[in-house]
């Protein structure tokens, strides 16, 4: 699969999930909105009833009021025929100016307001909204548009400010009753409005939208899912093409690195097998030998194959027993020496762990020490500076093997440790090898129960380092 598709197909599915999301958000605010429109009706219906029963209120106290001023005016034209008779002895101390103006004053929409009981206000509300089935927190309450500023909070009366009337007016516009959403007129008519109830709900958006939290939630947790799924296979994709990538690579490598021992042993042969050679004792012997040594350079390069075959199985048969490093990489470096020393370098050691003892694998801890040193002076063009460096650290040993090479990238130190990946130099056959050195290391190094790292710059060399445990436990094994 090329990388345009790949892009094509993550640029579609990234695409269809936006939409998916867009759509599903809008169904969902269409709800909340239908919800809230819901709410709005119901509320809207309880303020209605609320208005009855204070009209009802107001329509009985007016018709008792009525009725008492009837009853009195009785008592006034009684005492009026005895105020003529000249007989005040049944003349009331603190005696009602019942007249016109006071049933003028009883009809008056404004004493109506002013008369409305804080208790059965408080009541009518609460049982209107919970016949609505709204049980949610609220606030409440009246205000006169004679005085500019509200009678009833939250059923407590408000004293009403004297000769300030502008204090009052910036105190009603500070009120947060004042920006509620729902106000229903009270005792309104064509000529005048006194009031209004105002009924706010601080917690409305949540209470509106908590019925929907759990669909959200759902959507949220699957479409996430989905994008987690599609990302991972992203990333598999990605990283199988990458491993094909190198294992192409690994197979032209593998194809050019046998094939320049079996052309060797080759003409080694005919030229053995020619009337002129076999005759000649020490030409054949030099013969035998260039085929025994190249023989055992393929042998090599299928030892490497097989023991990464081993690790990937599990199926490590590790021998462990007591080892000197200092002792194992002297005589890694002999075996290095004569390659450095060809491109006019050196190798340097600087021991300075004091004990030098652990327990491990002797033959694969010296093949990790010889696949260090050779891949700093493979990556080394000339004059290699490679030093060997030892210390002890909490429950073990550190070595540190640094050169002066052409160093990696970021990238490159990411991927350095991974199966065929090598280190690209313009030329893929400029640095021989099948890309398992490393992978081979750092797998070694973590069936001993230890670490390794690198720190590389590009042109300035690496360094690798590896931490071993002094004790080997079974635990430890890959």
Same mark, same amino acid.
């Given at each position: 699969?090329?990388?345009?598709?790949?892009?094509?197909?993550?640029?579609?599915?990234?695409?269809?999930?936006?939409?998916?999301?867009?759509?599903?958000?809008?169904?969902?605010?269409?709800?909340?909105?239908?919800?809230?429109?819901?709410?709005?009706?119901?509320?809207?219906?309880?303020?209605?009833n609320?208005?009855?029963?204070?009209?009802?209120?107001?329509?009985?106290?007016?018709?008792?009021?009525?009725?008492?001023?009837?009853?009195?005016?009785?008592?006034?034209?009684?005492?009026?025929?005895?105020?003529?008779?000249?007989?005040?002895s049944?003349w009331?101390?603190?005696?009602?100016?019942?007249?016109?103006?006071?049933?003028?004053?009883?009809?008056?929409?404004?004493?109506?307001?002013?008369?409305?009981?804080?208790?059965?206000?408080?009541?009518?509300?609460?049982?209107?909204?919970?016949?609505?089935?709204?049980?949610?927190?609220?606030?409440?309450?009246?205000?006169?548009?004679?005085?500019?500023?509200?009678?009833?909070?939250?059923?407590?009366?408000?004293?009403?400010?004297?000769?300030?009337?502008?204090?009052?007016?910036?105190?009603?516009?500070?009120?947060?009753?004042?920006?509620?959403?729902?106000?229903?007129?009270?005792?309104?008519?064509?000529?005048?409005?006194?009031?209004?109830?105002?009924?706010?709900?601080?917690?409305?958006t949540?209470?509106?939208?908590?019925?929907?939290?759990?669909?959200?939630?759902?959507?949220?947790?699957?479409?996430?899912?989905?994008?987690?799924?599609?990302?991972?296979?992203?990333?598999?994709?990605?990283?199988?093409?990458?491993?094909?990538?190198?294992?192409?690579?690994?197979?032209?490598?593998?194809?050019?690195?046998?094939?320049?021992?079996?052309?060797?042993?080759?003409?080694?042969?005919?030229?053995?097998?020619?009337?002129?050679?076999?005759?000649?004792? $020490?030409? %054949?012997?030099?013969?035998?030998?260039? +085929?025994?040594?190249?023989?055992?350079?393929? =042998?090599?390069?299928? !030892? #490497?194959?097989?023991?990464?075959?081993?690790?990937?199985?599990n199926?490590?048969?590790?021998?462990?027993?007591?080892?000197?490093?200092?002792?194992?990489i002297?005589?890694?470096?002999?075996?290095?020496?004569?390659?450095v020393?060809?491109?006019?370098?050196?190798?340097?050691?600087?021991?300075?762990?004091?004990? $030098?003892? %652990?327990?491990?694998?002797?033959?694969? +801890?010296?093949?990790?020490i010889?696949?260090? =040193?050779?891949n700093? !002076? #493979?990556?080394?063009?000339?004059?290699p500076?490679?030093?060997?460096?030892?210390?002890?650290?909490?429950?073990?040993?550190?070595?540190?093997?640094?050169?002066?090479?052409?160093?990696?990238?970021?990238?490159?130190?990411?991927?350095?440790?991974?199966?065929?990946?090598?280190?690209?130099?313009?030329?893929?056959? $400029?640095?021989?090898?099948?890309?398992?050195?490393?992978?081979?290391?750092?797998?070694?190094?973590?069936?001993?129960?230890?670490?390794?790292?690198?720190?590389?710059?590009?042109?300035?060399?690496?360094?690798?380092?590896?931490?071993?445990?002094?004790?080997?436990?079974?635990?430890?094994?890959?």
């Amino acid at each position: 699969m090329s990388r345009k598709v790949i892009w094509g197909i993550i640029a579609i599915m990234s695409l269809s999930l936006i939409v998916v999301g867009v759509i599903q958000f809008f169904w969902i605010k269409r709800s909340v909105d239908l919800e809230e429109k819901n709410f709005d009706d119901k509320v809207i219906f309880a303020l209605n009833n609320v208005k009855e029963r204070l009209i009802g209120d107001a329509q009985e106290r007016l018709q008792r009021d009525v009725e008492e001023i009837k009853f009195q005016n009785t008592i006034v034209d009684k005492l009026k025929q005895e105020i003529i008779s000249g007989d005040k002895s049944t003349w009331p101390q603190n005696h009602r100016n019942l007249d016109a103006g006071s049933l003028a004053f009883l009809f008056n929409a404004d004493h109506f307001l002013e008369t409305i009981d804080k208790d059965k206000l408080h009541k009518y509300i609460a049982k209107e909204l919970k016949e609505q089935k709204i049980n949610i927190k609220y606030e409440y309450g009246v205000f006169s548009n004679d005085i500019k500023d509200y009678i009833i909070i939250n059923g407590n009366y408000v004293a009403a400010a004297v000769g300030d009337t502008s204090k009052s007016s910036n105190v009603a516009a500070i009120n947060p009753l004042q920006m509620a959403e729902y106000r229903m007129p009270l005792f309104a008519n064509e000529i005048s409005e006194p009031g209004h109830l105002n009924l706010n709900f601080p917690g409305k958006t949540r209470f509106l939208w908590s019925s929907f939290i759990p669909i959200l939630l759902t959507s949220s947790f699957f479409t996430g899912l989905i994008l987690f799924c599609f990302s991972y296979t992203i990333y598999i994709i990605f990283r199988q093409k990458k491993v094909s990538e190198m294992k192409t690579d690994f197979i032209n490598n593998m194809t050019h690195e046998f094939k320049t021992p079996i052309a060797t042993i080759s003409l080694a042969s005919d030229s053995i097998l020619s009337p002129g050679i076999m005759e000649n004792t $020490d030409k %054949i012997k030099r013969f035998i030998g260039i +085929i025994k040594q190249e023989n055992a350079r393929m =042998l090599n390069q299928v !030892e #490497k194959v097989l023991q990464m075959a081993q690790i990937e199985k599990n199926d490590l048969n590790l021998k462990i027993s007591g080892i000197h490093l200092h002792e194992l990489i002297e005589e890694a470096i002999i075996n290095a020496e004569l390659k450095v020393q060809a491109k006019g370098g050196s190798i340097e050691t600087v021991f300075d762990a004091k004990k $030098d003892e %652990i327990e491990g694998d002797f033959t694969h +801890i010296s093949n990790i020490i010889n696949n260090l =040193l050779d891949n700093a !002076e #493979k990556y080394t063009p000339e004059k290699p500076q490679i030093i060997v460096q030892t210390k002890n650290v909490k429950k073990g040993i550190e070595i540190s093997v640094s050169d002066n090479g052409i160093g990696m990238s970021k990238e490159s130190q990411k991927l350095i440790f991974e199966k065929f990946y090598r280190v690209h130099t313009g030329n893929v056959h $400029d640095v021989k090898g099948f890309g398992l050195g490393l992978s081979y290391v750092k797998a070694m190094v973590e069936a001993h129960g230890g670490k390794v790292s690198v720190q590389s710059e590009l042109g300035k060399g690496s360094n690798f380092t590896i931490f071993l445990p002094e004790k080997f436990s079974n635990q430890n094994k890959v």
